[in-house]
């Protein structure tokens, strides 16, 4: 099974110059799903964003998750809500869960410990997410999520935001997610995400 990407979008990401960049790298490879991360964006300006950006998505098939109140995902149009954290997740998730499941996705994380990942995945959520949004992946989330992926059920999405054409690993998990690379490959992110695409089909 080639794992799937679940592309993460930089925090700090341009409304209008962004929009272009996005719509060129998932019209390059297939991408499952792709996570609008808030910044340090107020809630309008966040709200704008992924009113933009959702529709570009979708139009390529991916799935659009945002980071906020369950009830903005039906509002924005977007297909799910990656709620951020770990065991302090847990009120959060499990309101998402009872307020967008099953129509909607609702993911959590990164884990940071086995028992918090096992606590979350109990919720009835889509995945388990582990590793960083941005920066090193550390050798212990990588760990974590391959001994997720072995013995649970629940998808993992393992995050390894600086994966490249030469060193992305799924280590076993259904989805690899990708983002810091991506954006600033010299080469374009159409081009690095290929390269992403290409080297995953190798496991």
């Given at each position: 099974m080639t794992a799937q990407i679940f592309l993460i979008a930089p925090a700090d990401a341009d409304l209008a110059t962004f929009a272009p960049i996005l719509e060129g790298a998932l019209a390059s490879v297939p991408v499952s799903a792709l996570f609008l991360p808030r910044g340090l964006r107020g809630e309008n300006a966040y709200k704008d964003f992924v009113k933009v950006m959702a529709p570009i998505a979708q139009?390529?098939?991916?799935?659009?998750?945002i980071e906020g109140e369950p009830g903005w995902v039906r509002t924005l149009g977007a297909d799910g809500l990656h709620v951020l954290g770990?065991?302090?997740?847990?009120?959060?998730?499990?309101?998402?869960?009872?307020?967008?499941?099953?129509?909607?996705?609702?993911?959590?994380?990164?884990?940071?410990?086995?028992?918090?990942?096992?606590?979350?995945?109990?919720?009835?959520?889509?995945?388990?997410?582990?590793?960083?949004?941005?920066?090193?992946?550390?050798?212990?989330?990588?760990?974590?999520a391959t001994w997720w992926s072995e013995t649970m059920e629940v998808p993992a999405v393992l995050s390894d935001p600086q994966a490249d054409g030469e060193t992305a690993d799924p280590s076993g998990c259904e989805f690899l997610a990708v983002g810091e690379s991506v954006w600033k490959a010299p080469q374009g992110a159409a081009i690095a995400l290929s390269q992403i695409a290409q080297r995953l089909e190798s496991f």
């Amino acid at each position: 099974m080639t794992a799937q990407i679940f592309l993460i979008a930089p925090a700090d990401a341009d409304l209008a110059t962004f929009a272009p960049i996005l719509e060129g790298a998932l019209a390059s490879v297939p991408v499952s799903a792709l996570f609008l991360p808030r910044g340090l964006r107020g809630e309008n300006a966040y709200k704008d964003f992924v009113k933009v950006m959702a529709p570009i998505a979708q139009a390529e098939g991916c799935a659009v998750l945002i980071e906020g109140e369950p009830g903005w995902v039906r509002t924005l149009g977007a297909d799910g809500l990656h709620v951020l954290g770990s065991a302090k997740a847990l009120p959060t998730a499990r309101a998402a869960v009872s307020a967008l499941k099953p129509q909607l996705i609702v993911g959590a994380g990164p884990a940071a410990s086995r028992h918090d990942a096992m606590t979350l995945g109990e919720l009835d959520i889509d995945y388990v997410f582990f590793g960083p949004l941005e920066g090193d992946l550390p050798a212990e989330a990588r760990d974590m999520a391959t001994w997720w992926s072995e013995t649970m059920e629940v998808p993992a999405v393992l995050s390894d935001p600086q994966a490249d054409g030469e060193t992305a690993d799924p280590s076993g998990c259904e989805f690899l997610a990708v983002g810091e690379s991506v954006w600033k490959a010299p080469q374009g992110a159409a081009i690095a995400l290929s390269q992403i695409a290409q080297r995953l089909e190798s496991f």
